[in-house]
């Protein structure tokens, strides 16, 4: 689902091009953080991810 919201196709490149650079800066977080390559992860926005979407919501609706 967000890397169709993305654009994006390929699965590495959406790994090191989008969730890395995000996860590192504490918009995104994963839900499970001790089993990062677990089939049931999934990520979710952080209070600052929230923060940011609320002062730009144009963002959420790029891909429509």
Known sequence: MLMKAAGQTNRP???K???RPHLEVGMI???I??????????YRLT???RELLE????GEKRNE
């Open 13 to 15: 490149r959406f790994r």
């Open 17 to 19: 091009s989008i969730l």
């Open 29 to 31: 977080e994963m839900t």
């Open 33 to 42: 953080p001790d089993k990062p390559r677990s089939s049931k992860q999934k």
């Open 47 to 49: 209070k600052t991810g």
């Open 55 to 58: 002062k730009h919501p144009e």
